[in-house]
């Protein structure tokens, strides 16, 4: 029997019928195609300006989630609202061909305000919103959140002299209005016009299926937008446009790309025209230029320098890691726990091992830094968490089982392996909760330390807001550290930890414990966005 393609989508109007169209198509191909509508972040909170939320991908979050959750299959996105970077274990299935990428004007009434000096613009877009001051520099430009329908409704509601709209959106829904101007000097944002639809990279049905339905020379030119857009390291927080198309006549791919300051009042732009085949450093180029003329310190003059809350992470983060963290948000680190692998005797491995257990990325690497994967001989691999399973399977074997938690794992082996052995590759400091309940359930539990775990804690200020975990030992390490001021004052502060071990440990010293949804440290930022923009 063929498996029944899931397909998520935002439940908007728009979204909507990106997913019937990729739904119809599949269809076409004799695919059998079920619609799971998923509200996004964006849809939830349309009372503050995309820039301020401080989330990547506040469109696309949580199709991610429903993806690797095994909710959905696949998701349809609109391509300019997807992260340049996608998720760990999810790829770009298909991009379809692209449809108008052209930002447009929707009247309120007439033209006549394009000479006087106070005109009044709608757009929730700081790229529209940067060029149309840029052009128009005695305007006032007000913001506009919502679906399409919301987005028209809210122009004619108020005093506005009109709205930037995408074209494609109005397009598709059948609602471009007839006095609609195009804006043919706005650069428009990367990919816009084009749809996406992303796959679960271990599921070789569904890839097999959207591959069908792409179109090369449109995925050809939203990649190098989109390139364009991830080496100047910007987003839904930088006016940045984008551009590349391919002339028919001499196969060559025009680029157009631009970085503004938010007020328009300054502009950095690019031109440059690639031969196809010959195009591979043509993002880079054009990013290059932008930033050789001051386009780093263009955008590093937008960088709010006063902070309205402050955070402290147990764990240094990347420079990358910390743009991901909303602007009014401070952010300090260093690493409260240090690891260093112990040498692992030969004896432990010199005859084969049927139940191995790793619960973490330091116990894989320390059996690594002491083994090659040829020299060990275990048959059944358990393992915590997903990217421990990834580390384990490209350094030591294949595992047979992977839980998010060790709680969960225990839970599995007791029924799968009750009465036997494991060998547990553990820190000197852990949990008792997966040997516990694993004893209680007639197996027999060998520990080698693989590693030690050294605490490292760091005074935190008194007027810190949160505090982000990332296991139970940071939070030990935390506790040390600042117990003489009662513990750094927990109650007037939030934990927000990486997964429930770490946050069962918080709960003994905060009042206020979060947990993220996914056990990564970009998925603990955006706990801290979603917390303090509610906030």
Same mark, same amino acid.
């Given at each position: 029997?063929?498996?029944?393609?899931?397909?998520?989508?935002?439940?908007?109007?728009?979204?909507?019928?990106?997913?019937?169209?990729?739904?119809?198509?599949?269809?076409?191909?004799?695919?059998? #195609?079920?619609?799971?509508?998923?509200?996004?972040?964006?849809?939830?909170?349309?009372?503050?300006?995309?820039?301020? /939320?401080?989330?990547?991908? +506040?469109?696309?979050?949580?199709?991610?989630?429903?993806?690797?959750?095994?909710?959905?299959?696949?998701?349809?996105?609109?391509?300019?609202?997807?992260?340049?970077?996608?998720?760990?274990?999810?790829?770009?299935?298909? +991009?379809?061909?692209?449809?108008?990428? &052209?930002?447009? /004007?929707?009247?309120?009434?007439?033209?006549?305000?394009?000479?006087?000096?106070?005109?009044?613009?709608? $757009?929730?877009?700081?790229?529209?919103?940067?060029?149309?001051?840029?052009?128009?520099?005695?305007?006032?430009?007000?913001? !506009?959140?919502?679906?399409?329908?919301?987005?028209?409704?809210?122009?004619?509601?108020? *005093?506005?002299?009109? =709205?930037?709209? =995408?074209?494609?959106?109005?397009?598709?829904?059948?609602?471009?209005?007839?006095?609609?101007?195009?804006?043919?000097?706005?650069?428009?944002?990367? %990919?816009?016009?084009?749809?996406?639809?992303?796959?679960?990279?271990?599921?070789?049905?569904?890839?097999?299926?959207?591959?069908?339905?792409?179109?090369?020379?449109?995925?050809? #030119?939203?990649?190098?937008?989109?390139?364009?857009?991830?080496?100047?390291?910007?987003? #839904?927080?930088?006016?940045?446009? =984008?551009?590349?198309?391919?002339?028919?006549? $001499?196969?060559?791919?025009?680029?157009?790309?631009?970085?503004?300051?938010? *007020?328009?009042?300054?502009?950095?732009?690019?031109?440059?025209?690639?031969?196809?085949?010959?195009?591979?450093? !043509?993002?880079?180029?054009? %990013?290059?230029?932008?930033?050789?003329?001051?386009?780093?310190?263009?955008?590093?003059?937008?960088?709010?320098?006063?902070?309205?809350? @402050?955070?402290?992470? $147990?764990?240094?983060?990347?420079?990358?890691?910390?743009?991901?963290?909303?602007?009014?948000?401070?952010?300090?680190?260093?690493?409260?726990?240090?690891?260093?692998?112990?040498?692992?005797?030969?004896?432990?491995?010199?005859?084969?091992?049927?139940? +191995?257990?790793?619960?973490?990325?330091?116990?894989?690497?320390?059996?690594? &830094?002491?083994?090659?994967? *040829?020299?060990?001989?275990?048959?059944?691999?358990?393992?915590?968490?997903?990217?421990?399973?990834?580390?384990?399977?490209?350094?030591?074997?294949?595992?047979?089982?992977?839980?998010?938690? =060790?709680?969960?794992?225990?839970?599995?082996?007791?029924?799968?392996?009750?009465?036997?052995?494991?060998?547990?590759? #553990?820190?000197?400091?852990?949990?008792? $909760?997966?040997?516990?309940?694993?004893?209680?359930?007639?197996?027999?539990?060998?520990?080698?330390?693989?590693?030690?775990?050294?605490?490292?804690?760091?005074?935190?200020?008194?007027?810190?807001?949160? +505090?982000?975990?990332?296991?139970?030992?940071?939070?030990?390490?935390?506790?040390?550290?600042?117990?003489?001021?009662?513990?750094?004052?927990?109650?007037?502060?939030?934990?927000?930890?990486?997964?429930?071990?770490?946050?069962?440990? @918080?709960?003994?010293?905060?009042?206020?414990?979060?947990?993220?949804? /996914?056990?990564?440290?970009?998925?603990? !930022?955006?706990?801290?966005?979603?917390?303090?923009?509610?906030?």
């Amino acid at each position: 029997m063929q498996k029944t393609i899931k397909i998520g989508t935002r439940d908007s109007q728009l979204a909507m019928w990106q997913a019937n169209k990729v739904r119809k198509e599949l269809e076409e191909l004799e695919y059998e #195609c079920e619609i799971v509508p998923i509200k996004s972040t964006g849809d939830l909170i349309l009372d503050t300006p995309l820039h301020e /939320l401080g989330i990547t991908g +506040v469109f696309t979050k949580n199709l991610d989630l429903a993806m690797l959750s095994g909710e959905i299959d696949i998701a349809v996105h609109s391509l300019k609202d997807v992260p340049t970077v996608l998720p760990e274990g999810i790829i770009q299935g298909a +991009v379809l061909k692209r449809a108008n990428y &052209n930002d447009i /004007l929707v009247l309120k009434d007439n033209e006549e305000f394009f000479g006087q000096p106070n005109g009044v613009i709608a $757009t929730g877009s700081l790229r529209r919103k940067a060029q149309w001051l840029n052009r128009y520099p005695t305007h006032k430009v007000v913001g !506009l959140r919502g679906n399409v329908n919301t987005r028209l409704q809210k122009l004619e509601e108020n *005093d506005w002299d009109g =709205a930037v709209f =995408a074209a494609a959106g109005l397009e598709r829904l059948g609602k471009r209005p007839e006095g609609a101007i195009n804006l043919s000097w706005m650069i428009p944002a990367p %990919a816009q016009g084009a749809i996406m639809i992303t796959v679960s990279d271990n599921d070789d049905f569904s890839k097999d299926a959207c591959e069908q339905l792409n179109h090369y020379e449109t995925q050809l #030119c939203v990649g190098i937008e989109r390139e364009f857009l991830n080496l100047l390291e910007g987003g #839904c927080t930088a006016p940045i446009g =984008a551009l590349a198309y391919v002339d028919p006549k $001499t196969e060559e791919i025009n680029f157009k790309g631009l970085l503004l300051s938010e *007020d328009g009042k300054k502009k950095i732009s690019v031109t440059k025209n690639a031969k196809v085949g010959r195009h591979r450093f !043509l993002a880079k180029d054009c %990013a290059d230029y932008i930033i050789n003329k001051g386009g780093k310190e263009l955008m590093k003059k937008q960088i709010v320098e006063e902070k309205e809350f @402050a955070i402290y992470s $147990t764990k240094k983060l990347s420079e990358t890691q910390k743009e991901l963290v909303n602007e009014s948000v401070a952010v300090k680190d260093s690493d409260f726990i240090k690891i260093r692998f112990n040498r692992i005797s030969p004896k432990v491995i010199k005859d084969e091992i049927e139940n +191995v257990i790793i619960t973490s990325q330091n116990g894989a690497e320390a059996i690594a &830094n002491s083994f090659t994967a *040829d020299e060990l001989n275990f048959k059944n691999i358990y393992c915590v968490g997903r990217r421990t399973k990834k580390l384990i399977e490209q350094k030591i074997g294949k595992v047979v089982k992977s839980e998010r938690n =060790a709680q969960k794992l225990a839970s599995y082996l007791s029924k799968e392996i009750k009465g036997q052995k494991v060998t547990y590759f #553990c820190s000197d400091l852990r949990l008792d $909760t997966l040997p516990n309940i694993l004893k209680e359930n007639e197996i027999s539990v060998t520990e080698i330390e693989a590693y030690k775990t050294m605490l490292s804690p760091s005074k935190i200020d008194e007027n810190n807001n949160g +505090v982000l975990f990332y296991s139970p030992s940071t939070v030990e390490s935390y506790v040390i550290g600042n117990a003489e001021s009662n513990i750094g004052n927990t109650q007037n502060k939030i934990a927000f930890c990486i997964g429930e071990s770490t946050a069962k440990e @918080a709960r003994k010293y905060f009042e206020n414990v979060q947990v993220a949804k /996914l056990p990564s440290v970009e998925s603990v !930022l955006e706990l801290v966005n979603t917390h303090f923009i509610k906030a």
